[in-house]
C-alpha cells in the first residue's frame, strides 16, 4: 500500500513558523513607529495584524511550495506556541494567549486564501500534455498537428520561415533552382 502523504519536514514548519511570526513582529514594530496601536486604532490595528499575518503564512507556503492542510496547522501552533512568549514576559495574560489561537486560526485560512490554486500539484503522469501557463489540458486545436510542426517550432524563425516557403514553392511546382 503506498503512504498518500508525503513525511512532514520539519526544517519548512520551522521555516515557516520564523516567517509568519518575523512578519507580524516586524509589522508590529513598524506599526508602532507610525503610531498605529492597540489603544488608539481599536479597528485598524487588528485588521491591519491579520492583513500582515495572512501575508506571512501566504509568504511561508510559498516559500515552502506546500499547501497541505497537516503543514498550515503545524505552522499555527508552531506560532501560537511561540507566541506563548509574551505570557512569560507578561505583556499578555494566559487567558487571552489561549482566545489568541481563534486570531492564529483566522490568519492561517486568509493566508491560505491569499495563495490560491498556486501550489496545487499536477498528478504525475498526465495523459495529456498541459498548458505552460496555465496548468490546463491544451485542447485539441492548440495541439501541432504532425512532428514537423514540431520541428519547425524547434528551429530559429528564420530557418523555419526558409523551409516554410521552400515547401510552398515545391508543393506550387515552382522549382527551388529557380529561385533566388
Known amino acids: 500500500m503506498k503512504d498518500s502523504n508525503p513525511p512532514i519536514m520539519w526544517r519548512a514548519i520551522v521555516r515557516g513558523v520564523a516567517i509568519v511570526y518575523g512578519t507580524t513582529f516586524l509589522s508590529g514594530l513598524a506599526f508602532a513607529f507610525t503610531g498605529i496601536t492597540p489603544q488608539t486604532d481599536h479597528v485598524i ?24 492542510l497537516s503543514y498550515l496547522v503545524a505552522i499555527g501552533v508552531g506560532v501560537w506556541l511561540l507566541s506563548s512568549t509574551s505570557v512569560l514576559l507578561g505583556a499578555q495574560s494566559f487567558t487571552g494567549w489561549v482566545f489568541s489561537s481563534v486570531f492564529i486560526g483566522t490568519t492561517l485560512i486568509l493566508g491560505r486564501l491569499l495563495v490560491g490554486r498556486s501550489l496545487e500539484r499536477l498528478p504525475a503522469s498526465a495523459p495529456y500534455p498541459i498548458h505552460a501557463s496555465s496548468n490546463e489540458p491544451l485542447r485539441r486545436a492548440e495541439m501541432p498537428a504532425s512532428p514537423s510542426a514540431v520541428s519547425l517550432a524547434s528551429h530559429s524563425l528564420p530557418a523555419a520561415l526558409a523551409k516554410a516557403k521552400t515547401h510552398e514553392l515545391v508543393n506550387s511546382g515552382v522549382k527551388t533552382s529557380e529561385v533566388g
Open 45 to 68: 490595528y487588528p485588521l491591519l495584524a491579520l492583513l500582515t499575518g495572512a501575508v506571512g503564512v501566504a509568504l511561508a507556503l510559498r516559500s515552502a511550495e506546500i499547501a497541505q
